[in-house]
């Protein structure tokens, strides 16, 4: 059965850092693409990061480019998500989804929230 759990969400201030962590089971996780995806309060869902099965090839949503770092450890079944330079706008529920294009499987999300 595939589970997926985010942790790692927190109040932060602007400017700050936060690493999100996914642990995955009940699949072949090194076989698999993974994504972050993320909703903020009234909004729809936004794919932000993608990270190719164990090639490590990665990519961003361009609201998040060059702040954000997605990275999996496939010994572990777990995908992060490192956070840097937030801002209130990345306020938002980020889930783990597996694949790239079409998520089949998501997380119950952790709250990210970022405010001084």
């Known amino acids: 059965q595939v589970q997926l759990v985010e942790s790692g969400g927190a109040l932060v201030q602007p400017g700050g850092s936060l690493t999100l962590s996914c642990a995955a089971s009940g699949f072949t996780f090194s076989s698999r693409s993974m994504s972050w995806v993320r909703q903020a309060p009234g909004k729809g869902p936004e794919w932000i990061s993608g990270?190719?099965?164990?090639?490590?090839?990665?990519t961003y949503a361009d609201s998040v480019k060059g702040r954000f770092t997605i990275s999996r450890d496939n010994a572990k079944n777990t995908l992060y998500l490192q956070m840097n330079s937030l801002k209130p706008e990345d306020t938002a529920l980020y889930y783990c989804?597996?694949?790239?294009?079409?998520?089949?499987?998501w997380g119950k999300g952790t709250l990210v929230t970022v405010s001084s």
């Open positions: 989804v597996r694949n790239l294009v079409t998520g089949d499987y």
């Open positions: 990270i190719h099965k164990q090639d490590g090839s990665t």
